[in-house]
């Protein structure tokens, strides 16, 4: 042993290993210094709730419907000068969705830490998200009125534009819950139309909420709400006023309209059942076109249309005699009979003119003559007639008149009183002429019109300041001629 020992060989090798030993030992020590440093110059920082942003989704055919979570824990360190340095701003946590298509996805998070910031942990570390794809559809655009307009004014039906239709982009599931789309406008208070109003546009489900995240195109439509006083539809009659030139008749009378559309207060509109155009026939004198305003009511406040356009034919005149027709009585008192004495067939012949056309077309039964008895007691009396006819249809000839004895109903014929037969003192007191209802007649021995009514052309003749007869069938009287002639 002690001979190796002495050995030259052996003490190069021993002392070989002492040198390594003793270099290892050294840079230990060395090693141990430096990694101990560490943690007195570094600090942490914990982030409990860091908000996860999605990032690259196709907007335009996807849209992200859940995920299983929104924040995550980060921990960092860096130096105390690096981390009060840093904006929180900086440090963000997201999901990249660029690759996604619509389902369920679990994807990894990704991180960006300030410069000079280290990542230590983060958790969760993964994320699942529920993407679905987006859908459009058209739907027509439903514009409501809220509030009461000024007092008797009505709110019309909203008008929309440019245009009532509009697209709306949801999710597929969503999408389906979309029952109506539309938007409100007030009219609280309004006593004149809307115009040019933006309304802002929702998609709404069935039970009238508004469905988030709805992408309307257009979002916003311009509104019109007509205000107007209450209003109804009535007939449109026509008063014939005055007389045709000598020798004219009205062939055909055919209004463009028959109807006329009334506003105004709604009480009063309950009250009109008709509204009237007043037509001087003195001046038509050939036949055309004619403009005829309608005539106003108290507190009708608009008339549409406000004229009315006629076209009325004009012709000579033909002249037809009606033989035989029977009188009818009427206006007799309770308890009293009467008998015409005079003529004794008890008919009378009428002569009428009109166009031909018309004449053409007149039957007995379409004229009616009539005796008013009312306010005449027992005694005998010159009665004058009065002749009622289609319209434009008019009594020629002069005036007729009959002789009427009045007598107690149910007994034996009375003796007349002792003075002569009792011509009636109301010359001139027909009830109207033919074709209407008028009450003026034919005064003095040419008849001329009266107030409303025109009286009859009469000619001179013994009875003429008794009569009831007529020139023009509307000329007699302030009658409703009816809009569909």
């Known amino acids: 042993m002690d001979k190796w020992l002495n050995h030259p060989t052996a003490s190069k090798i021993i002392a070989l290993a002492l040198g390594i030993i003793l270099w290892a030992v050294v840079h230990f020590d060395d090693y141990q210094s430096t990694t101990t440093a560490?943690?007195?110059?570094?600090?942490?920082?914990?982030?409990?709730?860091?908000?996860?942003?999605?990032?690259?989704?196709?907007?335009?055919?996807?849209?992200?419907?859940?995920?299983?979570?929104?924040?995550?824990?980060?921990?960092?360190?860096?130096?105390k000068s690096d981390l009060i340095r840093a904006n929180p701003d900086d440090y963000t946590v997201r999901v990249d969705l660029s690759t996604v298509t619509e389902g369920q996805h679990t994807l990894r998070l990704q991180y960006e830490l300030p410069r000079g910031v280290e990542f230590v942990s983060m958790t969760p570390q993964t994320v699942t998200v529920g993407v679905e794809e987006l859908q459009t559809k058209e739907f027509e655009v439903e514009v409501a009125t809220k509030g009461t307009p000024a007092k008797g004014y009505k709110a019309g039906i909203p008008v929309l534009s440019p245009t009532n239709r509009v697209h709306v982009t949801l999710p597929s599931s969503s999408l389906a819950k979309v029952e109506r789309v539309g938007g409100t406008v007030s009219v609280e208070g309004e006593s004149k139309t809307i115009k040019n109003k933006s309304v802002k546009l929702a998609a709404y489900d069935g039970s009238g909420n508004v469905i988030a995240g709805a992408v309307l195109d257009p979002a916003v439509l311009e509104v019109e709400v007509p205000i107007t006083n209450p209003y109804k539809s009535v007939p449109l009659q026509f008063k014939l006023l005055g007389q045709l030139p000598s020798g004219l008749s009205i062939a055909s009378f055919k209004p463009e309209t028959e109807q006329v559309t009334i506003y105004g207060p709604q009480d009063v509109l309950d009250t009109i059942e008709f509204v009237e155009a007043d037509v001087n026939l003195s001046e038509l004198t050939q036949s055309g076109k004619f403009t005829i305003p309608v005539k106003g009511a108290a507190s009708i406040t608009e008339f549409s249309p406000s004229e009315v356009n006629v076209n009325v034919e004009i012709v000579l005149s033909q002249i037809r005699s009606l033989q035989g027709l029977p009188v009818t009585i009427e206006g007799l008192g309770a308890g009293l009979k009467a008998k015409i004495v005079e003529p004794a067939t008890e008919v009378v012949d009428i002569t009428v003119k009109g166009a031909p056309a018309i004449l053409d077309k007149l039957q007995p039964g379409d004229v009616e003559v009539v005796a008013d008895l009312s306010g005449r007691g027992l005694g005998s009396y010159t009665v004058p007639l009065t002749v009622n006819s289609p319209r434009f249809v008019d009594q020629a000839g002069g005036n007729i008149t009959i002789t009427v004895e009045i007598t107690q109903d149910g007994t034996t014929e009375t003796n007349p009183p002792d003075t002569a037969a009792t011509t009636d003192g109301t010359a001139g007191g027909g009830t109207g002429g033919s074709g209407g209802t008028g009450t003026s007649g034919a005064g003095g021995s040419a008849g001329s019109s009266g107030s409303g009514s025109a009286g009859s052309e009469a000619s001179p003749s013994p009875n003429a300041g008794a009569g009831a007869g007529t020139d023009q069938a509307a000329a007699n009287e302030e009658s409703q001629a009816p809009a569909s002639g």
């Open 38 to 79: 560490v943690p007195s110059n570094y600090e942490y920082k914990t982030f409990n709730s860091l908000k996860i942003q999605a990032t690259g989704l196709n907007s335009q055919n996807y849209v992200l419907q859940s995920m299983d979570t929104d924040t995550v824990k980060l921990v960092v360190r860096g130096s």
